[in-house]
């Protein structure tokens, strides 16, 4: 506690009032009775609003969306943006990406992500993804087979399966099925398992082309699956899959919840209690 203590008075019978200090101190000093540190009080210079990284990616959003298509403009105003910053504001930018990717602005999305990765900032396999896909809206083939071709070069062990999906879905929108047969060669060769998106697009061109035994062979070497694991409400499920005319969908009453890794047997479906891996 602090105690402030000046000087005491003592009273005469002249009626004369005499000051009488108590100690040698200074006049009016601060004594702290539990001997602990000097209080600290809020300094002037030092402003208490803080600006969060969700207000500034929205601002960095209106920011972008109101310049041209103009490179040096656009780019002007980014550098701009992040001058007074005393790091790359990463965060802040990358959920402006994600802002603009749901949203669609597909040019924007390329303008600011290759902005970040002139600034050596954000070589991750999603920014990748999002520059690839925002391209491949965009119809932009040129600039996509190019970054495909580098990412393949640079990541030929380690490129996740959704880039394959993503080209072999481009090539089979533009008829490209040589392109196609490319990607889906590449795969095997890395051992990339395929997913059935890409097993049925691949199955429908070698159909129309008249390949039937290619056909055949690719049905037997990748078969559809019978089960399916999602993930609904941070709970692992197991999902049946039911067999229609052109692909495999999910039923909802074949769904078994994963509990303590073991799976309940459901009434409509009864299977045996196995554990997972």
């Known amino acids: 506690m602090l105690s402030l203590r000046g000087p005491v008075y003592v009273s005469t019978s002249s009626q004369s009032s ?22 600290r009080y809020p300094r002037v210079w030092k402003t208490k609003k803080r600006i969060g990284t969700i207000s500034k990616s929205m601002k960095l959003v209106d920011c972008v969306k109101e310049l041209s298509n103009v490179k040096e403009e656009v780019y002007g105003a980014l550098d701009a943006f992040v001058a007074w910053e005393l790091e790359f504001p990463l965060i802040t930018v990358k959920k402006a990406l994600k802002t603009l990717v749901n949203e669609k602005e597909w040019k924007r999305v390329i303008q600011l992500t290759k902005w970040m990765l002139s600034k050596g900032q954000g070589k991750t396999m999603g920014s990748y993804y999002a520059l690839l896909n925002a391209l491949a809206e965009e119809g932009r083939l040129e ?19 959704i880039f394959f999906d993503k080209m072999i879905s481009v090539y089979y929108g533009r008829g490209m099925h040589e392109k196609m047969f490319e990607v889906f060669a590449d795969m095997e060769e ?13 199955g429908d061109v070698f159909e129309k082309m008249g390949m039937l035994e290619k056909y055949e062979k690719l049905n037997k070497k990748y078969p559809p699956p019978t089960w399916e694991y999602k993930y609904i409400k941070g709970k692992r499920v ?9 692909f495999y969908t999910t039923n909802e009453e074949g769904v078994d919840q994963l509990n303590e890794g073991y799976i309940e047997p459901n009434d409509s479906n009864k299977i045996e209690e196995r554990s997972f891996d």
């Open 238 to 246: 197991k999902i049946r899959l039911t067999r229609s005319d052109e």
């Open 18 to 39: 005499v000051p009488f200090q108590l100690s040698s101190t200074s006049y009016n000093a601060i004594v702290c009775a539990a001997k602990g540190p000097r209080p």
């Open 190 to 202: 890395l051992g990339v398992r395929p997913t059935m998106s890409i097993v049925s697009k691949v």
């Open 143 to 161: 600039e996509v087979e190019d970054l495909w071709k580098m990412l393949l070069s640079k990541h030929l062990d380690a490129l996740p399966r």
